[in-house]
């Protein structure tokens, strides 16, 4: 009795997924009665499979020495169409303007009936309302902690550990790129020199537009408004300033009013926005760094924030490991 | 959210000045001070200034309702100040004299209460911070303010960069 895993999209991301099984392998099995095995993982180029299991520490092998499987891989949809499997882990690269690959493959899993778990921000942002329903009338389930701050669980906090409470809005930092940019213009760089070392250490993109524009906070956005709002929109409804245009002079002056200027995600019933905004130094959103950190406001509890790490290989899997391991408690079932 | 601040008058008996100050919380008030007034006796009664913060008229009314009741005399109230701030970095092509020309109608036609403008040097590029805050008198002229200046904004290309409760 296991809980078959496909994991589509072997990058950073679907490595540490792989990894972070491996290394609660014990652990799953000791709490659930049963085991967490991959049966499956592809990327753009190969795909491996077996029906018995995959180890983890093979699957990251062979990605290292080249690519994850011996098999070429035409057609992700159609490779998942031709296997046995519970969960698919969809991790492809993000694709805002289409959706991807990603879309087709988490469209392919709800219809056949398997579980996802995705970070995959693209088909989430574009198509969460389809998305959603195909979930609901297949009786299965769709979880996308990581899509929104990482290993900081502000999905699940809304929807689980808030229950009962009237949210009235989440605002928050969902981009550690532009973070580090700003906190950097705190320290008197201007924006072009931020960002180049944003750049060289890793932290943005050689083409840093979906960051900077705020596309990739608007897509997370979407991503909350949907899921815990219930609001269904999509990225166009989301009214979208970058960082782009904030000088050192503007953050200059902020600081002497005590104020730092933060990229903050909006989200209520009457408001969908990414805006740079003034935040009160001391204020929880004032955080510096690549951190992420997000205030819920609720009626019964007030306001209640939450930080954490928004990206990374193993942060990211955390939060999928997370996921992974609801639906293994809440589907007793499967086989 | 407005500070009140007030001087009563309660029996000099156990008790009574917990009936001076429940009805604050009741109110959901928050009680930033008080100060006993021994020397100031009327009546049998001695005298206690008290300030605190509370939200909005209606409640201050229903306060004054049960000190009413529970024979609390109040002598003096004053020193209600509700301020709704709104504050605002505009970044772009701003010139100055428009702007103020705009944000001195604004103040003449929503009864700012205080209102201050600070400007960086223009750049190369053109571009100018201009930091604006501002206190108004009520949430609807407050609503109103960020009306005029988002269509400031639009029509000029200007990013705003307002605040967290704008």
Redesign the interface.
Known sequence: MSMDIVIAGFGTVGQGVAEAIGLRKDMIRETFGREARIVAAFDSRSAIHSEDGLDPAVLLSNKAAGQVGDEPLVDGVAFLESIDYDVLVEVSPTNIETGGAGLHHIRSALSNGRHVVTVNKGPLALAFGELDRLAKENGVEMRYEGSVGGAMPIINLCRESLMGQNITSVMGILNGTCNFILSRMDDGLPFEQALKEAQELGYAETDPSYDINGVDTACKVVILANSVFGIDCDYDDVDVSGITAITEEAVAMASDQNYCIRLIGEISPDRLEVSPRLISKGHPLSVTGTLNVAQVNTDLAGPISISGRGAGRMETASAILSDLLAIMRSNVNNK | MMRVNADLYVKDVPGQLVAALEPVSIMEGNIVGVVHHRDQVMNDRIGVNITFDLEGGERLEKLMGIWKDRDVRVSRIGSVVEKFPM???L??DISPSQLETILDEVRDMLGMESLDI?Y??V?ESG???A?I?ANFTSEENLSKAEDLIRELVRERDI?A????GV
């Open positions: 504050d605002y970095l970044i772009g600070r960086s040097s750049m571009s100018r911070t930091l805050n990013l960069v307002r605040g967290l």
